[in-house]
Every structure is written in C-alpha cells, then in structure tokens.
C-alpha cells in the first residue's frame, strides 16, 4: 500500500496547457510521452519533515519558483495521525501567489489487488474518457460501472472519475476490509484499476480531470493570496 498527494491540481490537465486571468499558462508533460500533465508537482517532489513521533508526522512542501510545472506560488502541509486501526492525512495549500491562483486537493492510494479485491461506494454520474485517458463527457453510471452495490476489483478496466460522491468508499482487500471517508470538500472519487496489475486505486477529489479548462469553472477553487484550502481522508482497517 502507498499514497501520493495530490497537488495542486488531481489527474489530467488536456495538453498541458490551461488558460487563467487571460493568460495562457504552458506546463511541463510530466508522465514520459503522455499528452496531458498529471497530478500537479506534489508527487514529484522532496517534502521536508516538520515534525515526526510515534504515531504523527506533518511533512511540508514549499514551491517558491513558478514556472513550467506550475506557474503559482504556494506552500502545502501533510499531516499524518495513525491509532491503532486508522489513519488520517490531513491536506492543506495555501496560496502563496501575488493574485489570486487556482488549486485542487486529492490523494492517490494505491491498494493490493487480491484475487477477492472489491468496492463498494456511491455517486451520481461519471467522467466517460477518450483514448488519452482524459475526462470529456459526463453521464449517467452505465449498470456495470455502478458499485453502489459493491463490485470486484477488475469486472471493468477502469480510470474514471465519479462525481458526486458521498465521501464513503468500502474495500475488501481479502483479509482485511477498509473503510475510506473523506471531508465534503472531495466531491469526486477516481478509479483506477489497471489491467494485469497487481494495485488498484481509489482517489478522493475535489475537482473532476481537466477541472481548469472547464468553461463553467466548476470544480478548482480560486484562492486569495493567503488563502488556504485544506481536508482530511481517514481509512481504517477490520478483519474480513
């Protein structure tokens, strides 16, 4: 198991380029050859460790050079709480730009693929994508897409974004059952479940791929200078 944060913006920005304050802002592609930039610069960076005990730790991360990976200033926080069968992880960006700047939250987990891996959780629609992975349509959820009543891990190949979640996703790992709940602010749940491999993800999210380059604006919040967005993801661990 692992988990990467998300900032400050989750999956796919289209052509790595989005416009804002009606300036075009150009970015690095950050993933080989793929068209699109993915999942910010959190993810690619060294955090410092502010503080480390037995069962917390807050790990920092300041990007004071605007450029091609991301044109804003801002600082970000992680703040890890373990009891004895739950952690959390509490996320917070504070924008740190002279105008105001957009940003978007979320967290990558990945979990162990067993042969009885499944799902369960709630939402509204989904992000139907193109051949580049890339959110551009959103409908209904197709009868095998739906894991309102719980689905196994692989019954389709999927990396879609859900949206309108409820914050509640159950996962049966085999021996183990965990329970992921995250703040009201992670409207957006993306699945991931790769074909052959042997992890799945289950990414709560405040703002649907490509959220940037939406003409309704929806999705990323726009910060003040000083500004800050923040949430918190638990997941808690039962024996099967």
């Given amino acids: 198991m692992a988990c990467f944060p998300l900032v400050p913006y989750a999956n796919r920005i289209a052509a790595a380029c989005f416009r804002w304050g009606g300036q075009r802002h150009p970015l690095q592609r950050n993933f080989g050859d793929h068209p699109h930039s993915l999942h910010g610069v959190g993810w690619r960076r060294a955090w410092t460790v502010r503080a480390a005990h037995e069962n917390a730790a ?66 509204a629609s989904v992000w139907r994508t193109d051949a580049t992975a890339l959110a551009v349509e959103q409908g209904p959820i197709p009868p095998g897409w739906d894991h309102a009543g719980g689905q196994p891990v692989g019954t389709r190949a999927l990396d879609h974004c859900f949206s309108d979640w409820d914050g509640t996703a159950m996962l049966n790992l085999g021996a183990l059952r965990l329970h992921l709940q995250a703040d009201a602010i992670f409207s957006h749940l993306q699945v991931f479940t790769p074909p052959g491999q042997s992890f799945f993800c289950v990414e709560p999210v405040t703002h649907r791929p490509d959220a940037i380059n939406d003409p309704t604006g929806s999705g990323m919040r726009s910060l003040q200078p000083g500004e800050a967005l923040e949430g918190t993801m638990s997941m808690q661990i039962a024996e099967a």
Avoid at 104 to 116: I, N, Q, S, V
């Fill in 58 to 123: 807050i790990l920092t991360l300041t990007h004071d050079e605007p450029g091609a990976d991301w044109p804003f200033a801002f600082e970000a926080e992680q703040h890890f709480m373990l009891d004895r069968d739950r952690l959390r992880i509490a996320l917070r960006v504070v924008n740190r730009h002279s105008g105001p700047a957009p940003v978007g939250l979320g967290w990558h987990p990945f979990f162990p693929r067993t042969a009885k891996a499944s799902l369960r959780f709630r939402a």
